[in-house]
């Protein structure tokens, strides 16, 4: 009887077993996602030409789905470096193992918003495509609600980890069956397609939209609150990626939503009227380690940390629309962040380093501003699926070292509202926040649990350097700065000497950003020569084996006769045309030498970019030909990248020289290589197929971005000179390459635009028009690239403006106050702006 007893309820048991699991189990083996969801960019670096790239020439390729998730589910690849490790989507390669599955590669972003609405009270709306949910991967986006699943009866129970129904591409809810997958939200929200703005040889760049709604469930409305846009800019010859974040309020209903209260420490409560409190993170697990564990060490460098280990930029307060909120603000009684507000007028960034368990590889992602809140250790902590408050635990190292897995979050919190009143704590429409993600080869970096102290990697720092604090148009045109010439010759023996004398660069920064020291080089094999393997002193080398070599220096005591006087100057080595341009753009160069004279910067040579088959047309020119022939063509490998030559008649470097561009990219051959390294860009056509940087002028990091593709919006951040015969653009702008070679190109949509650009910076005293150049010498730090617009409505006598003031994560506005030179009248001009739409 007893075993009838049993066997019946087992029997009771099986069946209503299999009445509730096949509701989850559907969810888990849900269709594969479509392929266009999905995108791989691969980088270029170990095929490219820079032989003078002090560090292992290794590629990153990267994997990015629509919903802006660092990871290609087709593929298999998140941040593959060398096709030996992939933190995201291990292990390397398209293969998988059973300790790593899908479900368990979190990546990506999560949102948080609170606020108040007239009907429906106060509302809490979360979104997130963070890829897995340890149950399920990939996916549409699934709507979380308590009335959906009997599991839970209140909204507190509404959490990442729970599933939920489907939402269709319109953001409704279509699914009548539980699944779990990677994107989630107890709202609802809708998701573009990739689309990629520009891809060319060298640069990468691609923008992902989301929009998150509210959903209200007994009406079924939906109310959208605010877009989400990443932009991914990928350098393909760097080890990183960056992202930059925006999120933008969207146009409310009057009378919808109401005022919201937080508290400030020491300050009277705060009312917004109308107004989104906002908690917006990326989080990523790491497994960076060798097999079989895949652990890993790390250690976040935070501002807010026990101790300030933030790190500095050159982009304070004067880059953003909108702060962070202050530490210890509370809503409803709970302190909600523990650091803030940033950035502040010395800016500063946050940087968590992840070093694999042989210590072979350095991951490394980095927060700009600085965040409210952080840890490397949100997956033990189970913070991974949520918002974090001031009580969480902020580790900025894990309980136990290496292990499996870093799960990093940096998250700001603001206020996103209409008004523009001032409220005692920051507020605007829309924030930026910006990442960077990169893997590299361990030189250096060390981390405390493994026996020694934090160090940040040398390589890794020299990537962030290239996007933290950058080389810029102060650097270019000011003589204290830009007061090195470059040097070049080949020799055989054990040593040689310098002369002039080189730059001292110390042994701890011989491989660092933008320092432009000595670089040896075997000449038989183009193989560098560290500067451990001989003995550096500003007066020479030695101690290298016997063997032929070719040496590069910079020196900043070279002295150059002036007029029969001792004058010590820096040195542009090159100006440079096109081959094929117009007489206007040598008429341009001819104000852009003399402008740099100006500043005691004197000029060594000027050439064109190709060489000219005419034995009667031939000067030096600095660009390598690939092909036998002598079109552009000729000048471009097999997938268009163009290259410096090394020297000119083996005594001018070219690569690894300070060089002068005149002309546009389909002008010039150097601004075409430029093209793939500077802040502002002409979208070459034949690289922006269907992107609406096809033909125009662009800036990067312009925070206007189409901000509705869904209905109606503002127009992208380009410019044209083909829209009105009285207006037309140029762009200035400056770069360091990975040979060091220092760049500044000028040039313009149409040839007027490149020569009034030049008159620009030259000055112009019968006008009165005071020297762009001398202008540049007072620009805020950080900038890189400025459009300039020039107005023709007198043809003969234009006028200038500065729409865009370009960095490499944003734009500023300066407003100038300076003293005319020729009139000695003080003037104001505000230059540049953050375009918020």
């Known amino acids: 009887m007893k075993t009838k007893q049993h066997l019946i309820l087992f029997a009771t048991i099986t069946m209503l077993t299999t009445l509730v699991i096949p509701m989850f189990i559907i969810g888990i083996t849900q269709a594969a996602d479509p392929t266009d969801w999905y995108m791989t960019t691969e980088g270029v670096l170990d095929t490219d030409y820079y032989d003078l790239y002090p560090y292992v020439e290794a590629s990153v390729d990267f994997g990015l789905s629509r919903y802006g998730e660092m990871i290609d589910s087709e593929t298999n690849i998140g941040l593959e470096y060398a096709g030996l490790r992939d933190p995201f989507a291990a292990p390397a390669g398209a293969g998988l193992v059973s300790k790593l599955p899908k479900n368990v590669w979190i990546n990506g972003w999560y949102i948080d918003i609170t606020y108040n609405h007239q009907s429906w009270g106060r509302r809490n709306v979360w979104a997130g495509a963070l890829f897995g949910d340890l149950t399920n991967y990939g996916g549409p986006w699934i709507r979380v609600?308590?009335?959906?699943?009997?599991?839970?009866?209140?909204?507190?129970?509404?959490?990442?980890k729970k599933p939920g129904y489907e939402v269709d591409a319109d953001g409704s809810v279509i699914g009548s069956t539980l699944m779990y997958?990677?994107?989630?939200?107890?709202?609802?929200?809708?998701?573009?397609?990739?689309q990629v703005l520009y891809d060319g040889p060298r640069k990468f760049v691609a923008m992902v939209s989301n929009r998150i709604y509210d959903y209200h469930q007994p009406s079924q409305t939906m109310l959208a609150l605010v877009d989400v846009k990443l932009t991914f800019i990928f350098d393909k010859v760097d080890k990183q990626v960056v992202i930059l974040k925006d999120v933008k309020l969207l146009d409310q209903p009057k009378f919808v939503m109401q005022p919201l209260t937080i508290g400030v420490p020491e300050s009277s409560p705060v009312v917004i009227p109308a107004g989104l409190l906002i908690q917006f993170s990326n989080r990523e697990e790491w497994d960076l380690g060798s097999a079989p564990e895949y652990s890993s060490y790390a250690h976040y460098y935070t501002a807010g940390g026990t101790a300030d280990e933030a790190l500095d930029t050159a982009y304070?307060?004067?880059?953003?629309?909108?702060?962070?909120?202050?530490?210890?603000?509370?809503?409803?009684?709970?302190?909600?962040?523990?650091?803030?507000?940033?950035?502040?007028?010395?800016?500063?960034?946050?940087?968590?380093?992840?070093?694999?368990?042989?210590?072979?590889?350095?991951?490394?992602?980095?927060?700009?501003?600085?965040?409210?809140?952080?840890?490397?250790?949100?997956?033990?902590?189970?913070?991974?699926?949520?918002?974090?408050?001031?009580?969480?635990q902020h580790r900025v190292d894990g309980t136990t070292e290496p292990w499996l897995a870093p799960l990093t979050v940096g998250e700001w919190d603001f206020v996103l509202a209409e008004t523009a009143e001032p409220l005692g704590v920051p507020v605007a429409e829309q924030f930026r926040g910006v990442s960077v993600y990169g893997v590299t080869d361990q030189n250096d970096g060390a981390d405390a649990d493994n026996g020694s102290s934090n160090v940040i990697d040398k390589e890794a720092m020299y990537q962030l350097d290239k996007h933290f604090n950058p080389w810029s148009l102060v650097d270019a045109v000011t003589k204290d700065t830009k007061n090195t010439s470059r040097w070049w010759d080949e020799f055989t023996g054990t040593s040689y000497s310098f002369v002039p004398a080189a730059v001292d660069v110390a042994d701890a920064d011989w491989d660092a950003y933008g320092v432009f020291s000595e670089r040896v080089t075997v000449k038989a094999t183009g193989q560098l020569v560290p500067r451990s393997q001989y003995t550096f002193s500003t007066s020479g080398i030695s101690g290298?084996?016997?063997?032929?070599?070719?040496?590069?220096?910079?020196?900043?005591?070279w002295t150059e006769t002036i007029d029969g006087v001792?004058?010590?100057?820096?040195?542009?080595?090159?100006?440079?045309?096109?081959?094929?341009?117009?007489t206007i753009d040598s008429a341009g160069a001819s104000l852009i030498t003399a402008s740099i004279k100006q500043k005691n910067i004197t000029i060594g040579l000027a050439g064109s970019d190709m060489w000219d088959p005419d034995t009667t047309m031939q000067m030096p020119s600095v660009m390598y030909q690939f092909g036998v022939g002598d079109t552009k063509e000729d000048y471009k490998d097999a997938i268009g990248r163009a290259a410096l030559t090394d020297n000119w008649c083996t005594y001018w470097p070219t690569s690894s020289s300070n060089m002068i561009g005149v002309g546009g990219p389909v002008a010039n051959m150097l601004s075409y290589y430029s093209n793939d390294f500077t802040d502002a860009i002409y979208g070459i056509p034949?690289?922006?197929?269907?992107?609406?940087?096809?033909?125009?002028?662009?800036?990067?990091?312009?925070?206007?971005?189409?901000?509705?593709?869904?209905?109606?919006?503002?127009?992208?951040?380009?410019?044209?000179?083909?829209?009105?015969?009285?207006?037309?653009?140029?762009?200035?702008?400056?770069?360091?390459?990975?040979?060091?070679?220092e760049v500044i190109v000028v040039w313009g949509h149409f040839g007027r635009d490149t020569y009034y650009a030049t008159q620009w910076l030259h000055g112009d005293a019968a006008r009165d028009i005071n020297p762009g150049i001398l202008q540049l010498q007072q620009a805020p730090a950080g900038l890189t690239s400025i459009i300039l617009q020039i107005d023709y409505t007198d043809p003969n006598h234009p006028t200038f403006c500065i729409p865009e003031l370009l960095g490499t994560i944003s734009e500023t506005e300066w407003v100038h106050e300076y003293t005319n030179i020729y009139t000695g009248a003080t003037v104001v001009e505000t230059k540049g702006g953050i375009h918020d739409p």
């Open 566 to 582: 001792a004058f010590g100057t820096g040195r542009y080595e090159w100006t440079t045309i096109g081959r094929d341009a117009k």
């Open 316 to 392: 304070n307060d004067d880059w953003t629309l909108l702060q962070t909120l202050p530490p210890g603000y509370t809503l409803d009684g709970t302190a909600m962040a523990l650091y803030g507000s940033e950035p502040k007028s010395a800016g500063t960034y946050d940087m968590a380093q992840v070093i694999s368990n042989d210590g072979n590889y350095v991951g490394f992602v980095a927060h700009w501003p600085s965040v409210s809140d952080w840890t490397v250790n949100a997956g033990d902590d189970d913070i991974w699926w949520r918002r974090m408050v001031s009580a969480d």
């Open 181 to 194: 997958g990677g994107r989630k939200t107890n709202g609802t929200a809708t998701t573009g397609v990739i």
């Open 686 to 741: 034949e690289y922006a197929t269907g992107s609406p940087y096809s033909g125009m002028i662009t800036g990067l990091a312009c925070w206007q971005r189409y901000w509705d593709d869904i209905a109606d919006g503002p127009s992208w951040n380009v410019y044209s000179s083909y829209d009105d015969p009285t207006v037309g653009y140029a762009v200035i702008s400056t770069y360091i390459d990975k040979n060091g070679t």
């Open 544 to 557: 290298l084996p016997s063997s032929t070599y070719v040496v590069r220096w910079s020196s900043d005591n």
């Open 145 to 160: 609600d308590n009335t959906y699943d009997p599991s839970y009866s209140t909204e507190t129970g509404e959490t990442f």
